[in-house]
């Protein structure tokens, strides 16, 4: 039978780390956490609720304090997770994984909550289950070292880190690492990518864009950050005013993502947004933003695509053809379209029941 050990760096946690902890304890034959500088009660928590505690100073490094703890036991599966984070279902995966070699890595499904409407949230499929002799590789975004086989498995993991509240802790941190790798490796188009993600989660929409400009010269058609990189970068584009460009990389984009509903729920909006800030083209936009939300209803939802987020393929779409209708004056449709909006809620809510952080 397979030990497994829960690994974790963390540094000023006293928010969430319990959380975490009291998610993963029943689980796991030992919980490790490495402080890596704490103002706050993090390491007391921790201990209290059992876990191994150790310290090390920081040196701006995710994958060096990753591989330090990850050196702390000696555990054939190591279950890796954030201070903001936490076991929210299949937790019988784990279980299952004492019966397997430790011959290939996990990857499961991380479900981060987002801003916006009660229940939003956007899931990554993300190695996080690592054999005994797998180390990470990466000033940030660190990710494990290649050669080993993936795997899906059937845990979700639960993610606040995303809201606007808990990213303001964080303060620029990111940008200075990413800008710091970058230098190294200036032509890595995943680096751009994430130094984009991290500006424009800021409101730095210009600032992003050329970063994701570079991420997608570079980008691999079949990267695991593909989808989301054309959907932030489109949302990027709408907010600089750049709708022509938009549209232009829309339609370069649309075969390869046919499949996704979150790519026509973006594709509306940035039809929407050009209508208002250039009116005279309302005749010609409306109908394509009407048929760009009736086409993600069709395509439905599809939580195993990444980063898609929960209901783009249902109740948001509703919601967004009644608004629609609503400021048209379709009054009969907005109704419709609300009621199915608030069935469609409803009907996901009971499959899969939202996140609550």
Known sequence: MSRLALVMIVRDEARCIARCLESARPWVDEMLVLDTGSSDDTPRLAAQLGAQVHHAAWTDDFAAARNMALALTDADW??????DEWLASGMQA??????????????VRVASLIDGPSGSETPSWLPRLLPRRVRYAGRIHEQPE????????????????????????KGD????????ALADQPGDAYLHYQLAKDLELRGRFDAAAPHYAQAAAG??????WHHDLVLRRLFTLKNVGAFEQAVELAEAQMAQWSHSPDFFFAVGDL????????????GELLPMIESSWLRALEIGEQPALNDAV???GSFL??????????????????????ARAQQLREEAAALAPALVS
Do not use: C, M
């Open 146 to 169: 290649p050669g080993l086989p993936r795997h899906r498995l059937d845990l979700v993991i639960g993610h606040d880190g995303y809201l606007t509240a808990q990213r303001g802790a």
């Open 94 to 107: 784990l279980h299952s994984l004492r019966s397997q070699e430790a011959r290939f890595v996990g990857l």
């Open 317 to 338: 779409a509703a919601h967004n053809l009644a608004v629609f209708h609503a400021s048209l004056g379709h009054a009969d449709q907005a109704k419709v379209w609300s």
């Open 173 to 180: 941190r990111n940008e200075r690492l990413l800008r710091r």
């Open 310 to 312: 929960r209901g783009r």
């Open 78 to 83: 190591r279950l890796v997770l954030d201070g």
């Open 271 to 282: 039809l929407l947004a050009w209508a208002a800030h250039e009116p005279e083209r309302a």
């Open 219 to 224: 980008v691999e058609a079949r990267a695991a």
